[in-house]
């Protein structure tokens, strides 16, 4: 069974401050790694995706990949209130014609002025 | 910038009824999946369409689940006999090869 694992959280940070959030996922033969936003209620939303080892920086979010770890993160810089939210890490497996993504729980995380 | 747009955004259905949900995906996309979330808990893969066929289907995927592509434009999840435990968010998503998947506003499908 492919699993990735996510903190539940609350994790709180203050406006400001950075927030770093985690995931790790048990299929060896990943290749795709996405970081969706979702707000109480509604869709996932994309934030991030890196599929090599090491960092990937746009705007105030950077993601980082370490493969032989089994491990991604997710870091916002200056974190706002309105990044409160509930943060979806995601792995692509699949074959040829096939991309499923297995999500993980996801992080609330909560910024407060 | 294009979207997944989904209709209903709010189905109400009694158990044992049929019900159709339809997305229409990004137009150049390709690839086409269904998602739901029960509340509370993860977005679960359901099953992925490419090339006017199933690439990929899960365990809960059972045989009261179908998915059609009925012209060039929409694609619909059906529901044929609707359980208590359906009751749930629905999302359709798009992509291109290799590309990150985007995802439509979801159904919210309650069962009494």
């Known amino acids: 069974q492919k699993e990735v694992e996510q903190n539940s959280g609350p994790l709180s940070v203050p406006e400001g401050a950075i927030a770093s959030l985690n995931c790790t996922y048990s299929?060896?033969?990943?290749?795709?790694f996405f970081w969706y936003r979702q707000y109480s209620g509604k869709s996932p939303e994309l934030i991030m995706f890196?599929?090599?080892?090491g960092d990937k920086e746009d705007g105030r979010f950077t993601a980082q990949l370490n493969k032989a770890s089994q491990y991604v993160s997710l870091l916002i810089r200056d974190s706002q209130p309105s990044d409160s939210a509930t943060y979806l890490c995601?792995?692509?497996?699949?074959?040829?014609?096939?991309?499923?993504?297995?999500f993980g729980t996801g992080t609330r995380l909560q910024v407060f002025p | 910038e294009p979207e997944v747009t989904q209709t209903p955004s709010h189905q109400v259905t009694q158990m044992g009824q049929e019900v159709i949900l339809r997305c229409v995906p990004i137009?150049?996309?390709?690839?086409f999946y269904w998602y739901r979330q029960i509340l509370g808990q993860k977005v679960e893969f359901l099953v992925s369409?490419?090339?006017?066929?199933?690439?990929?289907k899960s365990e809960i995927f059972d045989d009261q689940f179908s998915v059609e592509r009925p012209d060039g434009s929409n694609f619909t999840l059906k529901i044929r006999s609707t359980k208590l435990e359906d009751s749930a968010m629905y999302f359709c998503?798009?992509?291109?090869?290799?590309?990150?998947?985007?995802f439509g506003d979801g159904t919210r499908l309650s069962i009494l």
């Open positions: 998503a798009s992509s291109e090869r290799n590309q990150p998947q985007h």
């Open positions: 299929d060896r033969g990943s290749q795709s």
């Open positions: 890196i599929y090599s080892n």
């Open positions: 995601a792995v692509k497996t699949g074959g040829r014609n096939t991309d499923k993504l297995i």
């Open positions: 137009s150049n996309h390709l690839y």
């Open positions: 369409f490419y090339n006017n066929e199933i690439s990929e």
